[in-house]
């Protein structure tokens, strides 16, 4: 998807005011694949109005569902599923299609696939999502790149443990427990809060579901799961991207619509940098940061509840000006330092080595051409861009727009400069 917009960023503009944040993407995806497992029209609110969402709700019209948007209220109609097959060009443009495998196998009994190719991130694998669903009953046969996943006998409970707490796949065998024969016992799941979002809403579908967003999740089959109405959680890696720009300009800024217990995991870090961080009821922090931020020593991304991947490329843009020296282990993808040489564009002093990265603060950072290889390494770009003295030019808008609502109307309110052409 190729995208020729900039975005032109003047940097040096101390960030204040308030935004609202938007839907989790990673909860709306796997919501809108559980709307496949419900007979009948299913809205989910707050949902954000991403491309990655829309590429979703075209996976679904191929299903056979009908899907209306407005806003960002979504509605799909699931009422007749026609087709089992996900498109060979959707799959590619969002390895993420992958969790519509549960839905559409425990709905239909069958489902067809192109490999997921590799991402920017790396190999990204699906063999975890395969094994576990072969234990409930899936066979897979896999010729010129497709896979087509049948259930000849139905679907069937089972003891699984994964090897890896891996998101994807907990919500893949979340999604063909929930009406498979008898109860799927999930240790080692993933603990996300995105699981227990898509649990709560199977649950209001009428699923049986124990321990979602613990270790052990239990699922007991049932019949049938009929339509439901929820509300997508808020974005913590859009509310911490956004934190992370406010902190490097030695702003202030108020998040509205956002979930604080979701975000520990990083908070603490802006904390022992010297941001000041306050969180009131009702969805609303705080954040200020009046002088150059102290480096942490080191940062080890983790799974759930530890410091989440997602969001290491925005602090690693965010210690590039923080004194001292900081070290970055990257423990969940393989290849997640592709923003590095574009940081170090802008001026940052960064060396990498396999899945270690180590951030040298400097006084400034200086604006030029700098390109986004992927969603969350785009984001970093913009972070470092607002602090950097002059005009910086981003391009790759396509990556950052599968995960951030207009960033550029969001920044502009709390007074960067920035613009989209
Ligand atoms: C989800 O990806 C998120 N995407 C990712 O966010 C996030 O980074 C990731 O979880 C970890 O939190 C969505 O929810 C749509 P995993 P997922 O399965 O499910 C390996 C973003 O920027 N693995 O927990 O793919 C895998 O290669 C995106 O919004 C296997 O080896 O993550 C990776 O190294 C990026 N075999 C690690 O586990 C498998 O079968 C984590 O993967 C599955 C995964």
């Given at each position: 998807m190729e995208n020729r917009q900039r975005l032109i960023i003047n940097g040096g503009r101390r960030l204040e005011g308030e935004i609202a944040v938007h839907g989790a993407k990673n909860s709306a995806l796997p919501l809108l694949s559980a709307a496949?497992?419900?007979h009948g029209e299913s809205i989910i609110h707050n949902c954000p109005q991403l491309t990655d969402v829309d590429a979703a709700l075209r996976i679904l019209s191929k299903l056979g569902c009908r899907c209306k948007k407005s806003e960002d209220t979504v509605t799909v109609d699931?009422?007749?599923?026609?087709?089992p097959e996900i498109p060979d060009t959707l799959m590619r443009e969002m390895?993420?299609?992958?969790?519509f495998l549960g839905s559409v196998l425990g709905r239909t009994g069958r489902c067809r696939l192109s490999f997921p190719g590799g991402c920017e991130l790396g190999a990204r694998p699906i063999d975890l999502h395969l094994s576990a669903l072969e234990l409930m009953g899936m066979e897979v046969s896999e010729q010129h790149g497709y896979l087509d996943c049948t259930a000849p006998a139905g679907l069937h409970g089972a003891k699984i443990t994964l090897s890896f707490p891996s998101v994807g796949a907990t919500e893949n065998i979340l999604l063909a427990a929930v009406t498979a024969r008898g109860v799927t016992e999930i240790h080692n799941a993933a603990r996300e809060p995105e699981i227990a979002d898509l649990a709560d809403f199977l649950t209001k579908c009428g699923a049986k579901i124990r321990g979602?967003?613990?270790?052990v999740i239990a699922v007991e089959g049932v019949e049938r799961l009929s339509p439901c109405e929820h509300s997508v959680i808020p974005d913590r890696i859009v509310a911490g991207t956004y934190l992370c720009a406010a902190a490097i300009t030695r702003g202030e800024l108020i998040l509205t619509r956002?979930?604080?217990?979701?975000?520990n995991g990083f908070v603490t870090v802006l904390e022992s940098m010297g941001a000041r961080v306050y969180t009131y009821g009702g969805g609303k922090m705080y954040l200020s940061c009046k002088k150059r931020l102290v480096a942490p020593k080191t940062v080890r991304t983790m799974p759930y509840?530890?410091?989440p991947t997602d969001i290491q490329a925005p602090f690693t843009a965010l210690c590039c000006t923080a004194e001292g020296t900081s070290v970055f282990v990257e423990?969940?993808?393989?290849?997640?330092?592709?923003?590095i040489p574009e940081l170090v564009r802008l001026g940052a002093s960064i060396k990498t080595e396999g899945r270690v990265c180590v951030v040298e603060g400097v006084q400034r950072l200086s604006g030029a051409k700098v390109r986004a290889a992927e969603l969350r390494g785009g984001a970093a770009l913009i972070v470092a861009a607002l602090a950097a003295d002059g005009v910086s030019e981003i391009t790759g808008l396509g990556f950052i727009d599968r995960g951030y609502e207009s960033p550029e109307k969001a920044l502009r309110s709390v007074g960067a400069d920035i613009r989209r052409v």
């Open positions: 496949v497992l419900a699931a009422a007749n599923v026609t087709s390895r993420s299609s992958i969790v979602a967003g613990e270790s956002c979930e604080p217990s979701h975000m509840p530890g410091f423990n969940i993808f393989e290849n997640r330092f592709r923003h």
